[in-house]
């Protein structure tokens, strides 16, 4: 971006309308960009021109809904992927609520395609960080509860459908639906704005081991049992590609890293312990595919 005379760099475009830069270009994958005293920019590609491969999670949930990430509105394509679920996976719901804030646009969309009013059931508090990188059971357990709230005039005595970002440890979603159920809902139906979370990432997210990751050790039914929801549903990997404006997701090359997902990592993993298990902690090599 620029800032009058001055170029700015950042992670995400949001940033740059925080101090009032105007977006310029996105720096391509492979690409070095050195500015020299007199503020001239030059291009450098050191390492060849790899194929994109973003990661499909920034639309998910890392990215913030107000940044625009590969040309595409990452609001607009969170409600798409909520739109995709509600097609989808329908259900018969007085209400759709979602699991605040990363939930939001996804639950949006699917109240737009399905019918079915959108109503904040859940309120959160702002001063308690991410649950799903703390370190054990109890400071999880602890952060949902300080975190989350129902909204009891609103819930009680309705059907209603949960829409969050993602499911990991399951932790959250577990005390999110009990949560609904003591505010007296009669139903709770859990609907998730990502394809299930099955692999650990090795490029830079705190994910726990694969051992840790809920889908990993259990399929969708089983899912939904361990976190008292009656019913439990997952846009399809394909509908998250719809979303984010693909026909389809290329099988033989995905146009996003969606390892976590699909269990297909876009470099080589060199693993760490044990060499040939790729769900231990591992180090991406050579350049990607």
């Known amino acids: 971006g620029k800032l009058g005379d001055a170029i700015v760099f950042a992670s995400e475009t949001v940033a740059l309308d925080v101090v009032g830069a105007d977006f310029v270009r996105e720096v391509e994958p492979g690409e070095l960009i050195q500015v020299d005293l007199d503020g001239k920019l030059s291009s450098h590609r050191p390492f060849g021109t790899p194929d994109a491969r973003p990661c499909i999670f920034e639309?998910?949930?890392f990215s913030r809904p107000d940044s625009v990430m590969g040309g595409n509105s990452v609001y607009q394509v969170r409600k798409e992927i909520g739109a995709q679920l509600a097609i989808e996976s329908p259900a018969?719901?007085?209400?759709v609520i979602p699991v605040p804030d990363s939930g939001v646009p996804a639950a949006l969309g699917y109240a737009q395609q399905s019918g079915i009013p959108f109503e904040l059931g859940i309120i959160r508090s702002h001063?308690?960080?991410r649950t799903f990188i703390q370190?054990?059971?109890g400071a999880r357990n602890a952060d949902v509860k300080r975190k989350h709230n129902a909204n009891r005039a609103l819930v009680a005595g309705k059907r209603i459908v949960l829409i969050d970002d993602s499911i990991v440890r399951g932790t959250t979603s577990l005390k999110i639906v009990q949560m609904m159920r003591?505010?007296?809902a009669s139903e709770v139906h859990m609907r998730i704005a990502s394809p299930p979370t099955q692999h650990s990432?090795?490029?830079g997210v705190d994910t726990p081991e694969r051992s840790k990751l809920l889908a990993a050790r259990m399929d969708v039914a089983a899912m939904a049992e361990f976190i008292h929801a009656d019913s439990l549903a997952f846009v399809s990997i394909d509908g998250l590609y719809r979303a984010v404006g693909e026909t389809?997701?290329?099988k033989k090359c995905p146009q996003y890293c969606d390892a976590c997902f699909s269990g297909e990592y876009p470099t080589r993993l060199t693993d760490v312990g044990e060499r040939?298990?790729?769900d231990q902690l591992s180090l991406p090599v050579g350049k990607v595919a």
């Open 59 to 61: 639309h998910v949930y």
């Open 182 to 184: 003591d505010a007296g």
């Open 276 to 278: 040939d298990n790729p």
């Open 92 to 95: 018969d719901a007085d209400l």
């Open 127 to 129: 001063y308690v960080g």
């Open 201 to 203: 990432c090795f490029y």
């Open 248 to 250: 389809e997701r290329n």
């Open 135 to 137: 370190p054990s059971d």
